[in-house]
């Protein structure tokens, strides 16, 4: 077995020196390559590196190994700020669908594939890196790399490769990333029980990612025969199994990947229930509007009066990007029965900023809001999809904070005339 500082040689050398080269994010992030990269560092000078890294999860910024590399990716966050003002990052704003076709074809020289361990048959799964990868190992001329992770479950259903699929093969012995939920707050406790009035026994939930999915599923906490449709798992998953909300049925949670704490770890290799798809399934809009009762629980940074959200941008500065929030509202709004809720705090920074505001000020707008449906705080629920521009006003400014719903009222009348 050949180890992963002699790989970046011979791939190297097989590109004159400028690689591009795919790296997943999630859990099974391959710490062997960064190890390599920390300790020579001029194997990075040149090269691209090419992925979607989780913002909170994945803190390796590939281009800080050396100030001759570059990265390309669909999400902005502080790891990689220095670099993208500096133009050696690359913010592809796309949606995660898009981001999936996108992998299909952008020019690779090489890919680092997390895996379990083989299988009696010498299969592998790419268990916890399902979500992307699948866009890449289909394709030629690219070099395939297994990362052989110990410590990665080895789901009932989920996609499996011979390791003599690969080129290559390497072992990485760091710990998978762990992420433990905090606490629900009384707020986020109190959103969740407005959201369960939008949902019933027998509904799919997905959610976003961060504190709206700890939302989402103490929402499904409150009904029983919940199935999951989402692109990420939390430990939050793990309370709505304990809490008996979640169905029976082998598949009842489909994901592309999970991120949490052993146990969640666990119980993907275990439980039948687990069933880990690409982002070509989790994030088809087809695919979702297919799906009866499909309650999609999404968050974001602020919501306006006309209905349009912004998850992407704070003060004028980008800190997160689209990702999947796009696929999953349309696919819940062309879904029997539906329900597209934003779910969010009314206020931010100690309760001193208002997150339902007048009119968005960011530069882009995330959803428009034609594609409004519901939104919910800890005030309660505005319905948007059926009302007009004075109706989402009025709905929207009862569930901002009540220190903040005057001055709303009032600069809402000025806006309002001028129109």
Known sequence: MTTVRD???????????????????????????????????????????????????????????????????????????????????????????????????????????????????????????????????????????????????????????????????????????????????????????????????????????????QIAMAAAAHHRNIRIHTGMITDAALGAVTAGAIGSEPGSILTGTAIGTPPLYDAAGTDPRFNFQPVSVTHSVPVLAAIPRLAAINGGVEVDLFGQLNSEWVKGRQVASTGGLGNFVRGAQ???????????????????????VVQLASPTVTLSRAEAGYVVTEYGVAELATADIDERAERLIAIAAPAFRDDLANRWAKLRASL
């Open 334 to 356: 062309l879904s029997a029965g539906g329900r597209s809720i934003i779910a969010l705090p009314a206020t931010a920074r100690g309760g001193s900023v208002s997150r339902i």
């Open 7 to 213: 790989l970046l040689l011979d791939i190297r050398g097989a590109t004159d020196g400028a690689p591009r080269i795919y790296v997943p994010g999630g859990p099974a992030e391959p710490a062997c390559l960064a190890s390599a990269l920390r300790e020579t560092p001029d194997l990075a000078d040149g090269a691209t590196f090419i992925g979607h890294w989780l913002p909170g999860i994945n803190r390796t910024a590939w281009t800080d190994f050396h100030s001759g590399a570059a990265a390309e990716g669909t999400f902005l966050y502080s790891e990689y700020r220095a670099s993208f003002e500096a133009g050696r990052y690359r913010l592809h704003p796309v949606h995660y669908s898009t981001a999936f076709e996108w992998l299909k074809n952008v020019p690779l020289d090489a890919a680092f594939i997390p895996v379990s361990a083989p299988d009696a048959r010498g299969d592998v799964s790419l268990s916890l890196g399902t979500d992307m990868s699948p866009a890449v190992t289909g394709r030629e001329k690219v070099r395939l790399i297994a990362v052989i992770r110990s410590d990665m479950p080895f789901p009932a259903d989920a996609p499996r490769l011979p390791l003599s699929a690969f080129t290559d093969v390497v072992e990485d012995d760091t710990p998978l990333i762990t992420l433990a939920d905090p606490p629900l707050s009384d707020e986020a406790t109190a959103i969740a029980a407005h959201a369960a009035t939008l949902m019933g026994d027998g509904f799919t939930v997905q959610s976003g990612i961060g504190s709206v999915q």
